[in-house]
C-alpha cells in the first residue's frame, strides 16, 4: 500500500503544485502501468484553484469525499487529501472508511471512528497516517497549509522512503502476479471486473426518485437511464 499512497502523494502535489484541485481522486481513478507505477485519470471534476480561492461546487465520489463538501462549505485543494486517506484506508482494509447515507458518514466522520484499522496486521505508523488525513478538525488535519504534500511526505509510515528514486522510477514496483501476491490475496491482474459502476455525486440528482441499493454504485441499467437522449 505504500508504494502505491506514495505514487498517488507524487500525482496530486504535482497537481497542486499547478493549483489544480482534483477532486474525484478514488480508487476506479488509479490504472497501473506496464511498469507497476499509478497513473491517474478522468479530469472531468478538477478544477483550477488560485491559492486562497475556494471552491463551492458539490463534486466528487461519495466514499471520498470530505465533510466540507458534506456540509456544502466552501472548500480548497486540501480535500484531496482527505481522499488520499480514504484510499490508504481501502487500501489496508479493503473497504472505505464511512459507509451509509450522507448523514450516517458526517457523524462517523465527526466521532473520528475508524474501527477496522484497529485490526491486526496493519503498521501502527500507517493507522497514525490515514487515522490523521482523516482527522474531523481541519486545523488538525493532515494535508492542509501550503507544505501540505511536504508534511505528509515526512511522516513516519514514510520513514525512509525514497521519494527521488520514485519520481526516476527506480523503484522496484510491488508484484501483483498470483505468483508474486501473498497467500489468499486476490490476483487484481485476473479477476473479473465487476459489472457496477462509481456513483459520482455530480448525478445524483438523477436518481433522487429511484436511489440505488448501494450510495456507491450503479447497475448498467441505471447508468443507461441517467443518460438517456444524452
Request: one cysteine or more; a positive charge.
Amino acid at each position: 500500500a505504500k508504494f502505491y499512497a506514495a505514487n498517488v502523494i507524487a500525482a496530486v502535489e504535482y497537481l497542486h503544485s499547478q493549483n489544480v484541485a482534483f477532486r474525484d481522486l478514488k480508487s476506479e481513478n488509479l490504472l497501473l502501468d506496464r511498469g507497476g507505477y499509478l497513473k491517474v485519470i478522468d479530469f472531468g471534476m478538477s478544477r483550477f484553484v488560485r491559492q486562497g480561492c475556494r471552491c463551492t461546487t458539490f463534486a466528487g465520489t461519495l466514499d471520498y469525499v470530505s465533510p466540507e463538501i458534506l456540509r456544502q462549505e466552501p472548500y480548497e485543494q486540501n480535500v484531496d487529501w482527505w481522499a488520499l486517506g480514504c484510499l490508504v484506508h481501502e487500501m489496508l482494509t479493503g473497504s472505505p472508511p464511512f459507509v451509509g447515507s450522507e448523514e450516517e458518514r458526517l457523524r462517523q466522520m465527526v466521532s473520528h471512528s475508524l474501527a477496522e484499522m484497529d485490526g491486526p496486521g496493519i503498521d501502527p505508523r500507517a493507522r497514525d497516517f490515514v487515522r490523521s488525513l482523516l482527522h474531523p478538525k481541519l486545523g488538525k488535519r493532515l494535508g492542509t497549509g501550503v507544505d501540505a504534500g511536504y508534511r505528509i511526505r515526512c511522516h513516519p509510515w514514510f520513514e525512509g522512503f525514497d521519494w527521488v528514486a520514485l519520481v526516476r522510477r527506480e523503484l522496484e514496483a510491488p508484484n501483483l502476479s498470483a505468483k508474486g501476491a501473498p497467500k489468499g490475496a486476490p490476483n487484481i491482474l485476473t479477476t473479473p471486473q465487476k459489472k457496477l459502476l462509481t456513483r459520482s455525486l455530480s448525478v445524483r440528482a438523477a436518481v433522487e426518485n429511484d436511489p440505488p441499493e448501494s450510495p456507491r454504485t450503479y447497475s448498467p441499467k441505471a447508468i443507461d437511464t441517467f443518460f438517456k437522449g444524452f
